[in-house]
């Protein structure tokens, strides 16, 4: 069994555990996880998450959330979704990126990811990330449902790494500051 697989199969394990349910052991912090994968096995990390979302057998209740269906969704409701290619040919991906900026932004993902009531034993599952970006960025995301979400675990499918201290998107992009989270099944695949 590959490394990513064995890694999988501790998530599932994990996820499904009291103390990471109730988020016992961190000392006070918000209880937000991140694990941490290759983004060469994007499609490994994808066919195990639409598993576990299916699996009726988990003690816990996954609520997924993929960042880049929100993106679209939010999109959408601006109707901009069938005028951003013109726009960026007539005017240039930049200004495409700073007017989708301004409605796509923390607070509208944060309002189209929210739910009620949180219920016991769910967990905000967080997917998408590499597909958002540069859209979207998920330091900044982080900060913004901290505060929305803080009775539930938040577990991220990060194709990255995360050190404790910075989030580096494809391990290649520039680390960013978030040091809120915590590595859920450590191990690197590379």
Not at 39 to 56: G, K, W, Y
Not at 126 to 136: A, K
Not at 140 to 169: H, N
Request: hydrophobic content about 40%; glycine content about 6%.
């Amino acid at each position: 069994m590959s490394k990513i697989n064995e890694r999988l199969d501790s998530l599932k394990l994990e996820i499904q555990k009291p103390e990471f349910l109730e988020g016992k052991g961190l000392s006070n912090e918000v209880n937000i996880r991140i694990f941490c994968y290759d983004a060469a096995d994007e499609m490994i990390v994808r066919h195990f998450t639409e598993q576990l979302i299916v699996d009726q057998s988990l003690d816990c209740h996954l609520i997924e959330r993929n960042l880049y269906k929100v993106f679209l969704s939010i999109c959408e409701d601006k109707r901009i979704t069938d005028k951003a290619s013109q726009m960026e040919e007539k005017k240039g991906k930049d200004f495409l990126f700073q007017n989708l900026q301004k409605f796509a932004n923390n607070k509208s993902f944060v309002e189209k990811m929210q739910y009620e009531p949180h219920e016991p034993g769910d967990v905000l599952l967080l997917t998408g990330v590499g597909e958002v970006f540069p859209f979207m960025r998920i330091h900044s995301l982080l900060e913004a449902l901290q505060p929305e979400f803080p009775d539930i675990p938040i577990l991220v499918m990060y194709p990255g790494k995360y050190d404790g201290r910075f989030v580096r998107l494809f391990d290649k992009l520039e680390a960013n500051p978030y040091y809120r989270a915590f590595n859920i099944v450590g191990g690197s695949d590379k």
